[in-house]
């Protein structure tokens, strides 16, 4: 099988045309004077990474990636679930004549579904084999339990013997958790559980307790866990009708100020977001100005739900999924994402029959999101025809 440069591998692609905007040299090319890119380590995994680096989840152009990778990103995250199975295989066409060596890929699987509830660690491992294929390659960099929000979860025997035998079996180098309830519960399990070499944790400026979330991050990078932040950018608007966009670059090196975060996934979809982010990879001092772009409006309540679950005890149905809810409002309104948002509906559209009939509602949020309002208008969206959605 031929296997390309990186040199060779740009001048075959038309990522060359996009990146010849980009306002930094292009990795392998000659005779140029290139700025240096910032890394850090993850963890005990001893990976070097850029501090910022793609999350593929939302990306389908193959272009987009291979002008990243030209562009010195090397971990690319994706899932068994995004776009049903599409992203992996975007992935897996891209990288399929490219050194294994040359780039770092991270997958999930979720260890639950609607369907089936837990789906034990057999088909979990099946799971991973198809991701394999898909991925056109005997192993993942990182291979993470989807979506944990629970001390239990962390310590759930079929998730650690399925993640265990997948590194044993040489199908995983290193395992974690990908987490946007709970964060901090989460981490804090994992630190105690010990068998983690990594966790993918929402985390943004819009955050109710950055300190306590920095207090965590720092403890789980004292016990050689490294540390991946996504949900990065917010929602990158404040508002629905997206006229306040949030300072995106800002939001990045706010989180990238946490020097226990090894690197950023920030979802890339458009060239232009791609130049952006990964001028952070040379540059990732939050200015004054930054900063204070990054002052939430008190006018508007922000998207990102930070998983907290704390709305739960005040709906009188207790319905577990407000917080899956809010986030799917956040793809959709905020990322412009409808096809995740119904993904994510898709699992927990069947808690909305409880409000249809429930009168009054009660849930409230901390960070004061109408949630009445919001799942109003996005319960909407399990109504429209999946081939509508973008
Ligand atoms: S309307 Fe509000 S209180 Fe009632 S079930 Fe729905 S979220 Fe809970
Ligand atoms: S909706 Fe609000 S209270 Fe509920 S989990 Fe999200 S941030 Fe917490």
Redesign the pocket.
């Known amino acids: 099988m031929a296997t390309y440069d990186r040199r060779s591998f740009l001048r075959t692609t038309v990522s060359t045309i996009a990146l010849a905007n980009l306002p930094f040299p292009i990795c392998g090319e000659e005779n140029v004077e290139q700025p240096t890119i910032i890394r850090r380590v993850l963890g005990r995994t001893n990976l070097r990474l850029p501090v910022v680096s793609f999350g593929v989840m939302r990306a389908d152009s193959a272009a987009l990636v291979r002008a990243a990778y030209d562009a010195g990103v090397i971990h690319f995250d994706t899932a068994h679930s995004y776009q049903q199975g599409r992203n992996e295989m975007m992935l897996g066409e891209v990288f399929e004549n490219v050194p294994r060596d040359s780039y770092i890929l991270a997958t999930k699987i979720q260890p639950r579904d609607r369907e089936k509830g837990k789906i034990g660690k057999d088909m979990f491992l099946e799971r991973l084999d198809i991701s394999l294929q898909r991925l056109k390659t005997s192993y993942v960099d990182i291979l993470y339990a989807h979506a944990l929000g629970s001390r239990d979860d962390v310590f759930d025997t079929d998730i650690l013997s399925a993640l265990e035998e997948a590194k044993k079996k040489k199908k995983a180098r290193f395992i974690g958790v990908s987490t946007h309830r709970n964060v901090e519960e989460v981490i804090e399990a994992m630190i105690e559980c010990g068998a983690y070499d990594v966790v993918l944790a929402a985390m943004n400026f819009q955050h109710q307790n950055p300190k306590r979330l920095r207090e965590v991050t720092a403890a789980a990078a004292k016990a050689g866990i490294g540390i991946v932040a996504m949900k990065t950018m917010a929602g990158a608007y404040y508002d629905k009708e997206r006229t306040k966009p949030i300072n995106c670059k800002a939001a990045l090196k706010w989180v990238l100020e946490d020097p226990n975060v090894a690197t950023t996934i920030p979802g890339v979809t458009t060239f232009e977001q791609l130049r952006e982010n990964l001028s952070v990879n040379y540059d990732c001092t939050l200015t004054d100005e930054e900063r204070a772009s990054l002052i939430v409006d008190p006018q508007s309540k922000g998207m990102s739900c930070d998983g907290c679950e704390q709305c739960v005890q005040?709906?009188?149905?207790?319905?577990p999924a407000?917080p899956d809810t809010m986030r799917a409002y956040m793809y959709a309104y905020g990322y412009s994402a409808p096809r995740q948002a119904r993904e994510i509906l898709d699992e927990v559209s069947r808690?909305?029959e409880?409000?249809y009939t429930?009168?009054?509602?009660?849930?409230n949020c901390v960070k004061a999101f109408p949630?009445?309002e919001r799942?109003r208008d996005i319960q909407r969206l399990t109504s429209v025809p999946q081939e509508f959605l973008a």
């Open positions: 005040t709906c009188k149905h207790h319905i407000l808690f909305f409880l409000c429930c009168g009054e509602c009660t849930a949630i009445a799942i």
